[in-house]
């Protein structure tokens, strides 16, 4: 049962009494909940990723525009079916990433994570001169699967890096990236 006012919730009370309210709207809540995560895709297996700067913003050896290819793996957090979290490890030009996505609604992940990158300072490059923080949504686009569960087999997703922190005594620029990625499973 729909209901789709207040007032239908109060004439809906004063006919059936509030218990009979409450044992109506409950099991309603519950069953919509279960089918919003039987309705997401398990996240798993490693996909082969092509991905689009676009903001490079004083980011060493990178611009917007550039399209780069890297792989990324997911890891579903519980034994079976959608999970409700997921570790991702990805790679990066210089390095590895692993963070935790979290479900933030139907086919819908998203994490934070941090690394450190190459700063130039004076006439060197300093290897961790700044900090990055950064986000990745992820969004599953394409399902396959059999005996009734569903895997995701195209996914799409953006990293966003709004502010990077200097961590030299060199003065430099304000910096930050993002970019949008787009791939599918392979293993």
Not at 27 to 50: C, D, H, K, N, V
Request: with cysteine; aromatic share 6%.
């Amino acid at each position: 049962m729909r209901l789709r006012s207040v007032a239908g919730l109060l004439v809906l009370a004063a006919t059936l009494g509030a218990g009979a309210l409450v044992a109506t709207l409950v099991p309603a809540a519950a069953a919509s909940a279960r089918s919003r995560l039987a309705s997401t895709a398990r996240l798993e297996g490693q996909f082969q990723m092509t991905g689009q700067v676009t903001v490079a913003r004083h980011v060493l050896g990178e611009y917007a525009g550039e399209i780069v290819t890297r792989t990324w793996t997911f890891t579903p957090l519980c034994p079976a079916g959608p999970c409700r979290r997921v570790a991702l490890t990805r790679q990066r030009a210089a390095g590895t990433d692993q963070l935790v996505l979290h479900l933030t609604g139907v086919n819908r992940y998203e994490g934070k994570g941090r690394f450190y990158a190459p700063l130039r300072c004076g006439p060197r490059t300093v290897a961790t001169g700044q900090s990055v923080p950064f986000t990745i949504r992820v969004k599953v686009t394409a399902t396959g699967g059999a005996d009734g569960v569903s895997i995701a087999t195209r996914v799409r997703a953006t990293y966003v890096n709004r502010k990077r922190t200097n961590l030299t005594r060199c003065v430099a620029p304000p910096a930050h990236d993002a970019a949008v990625y787009h791939g599918g499973l392979v293993l």
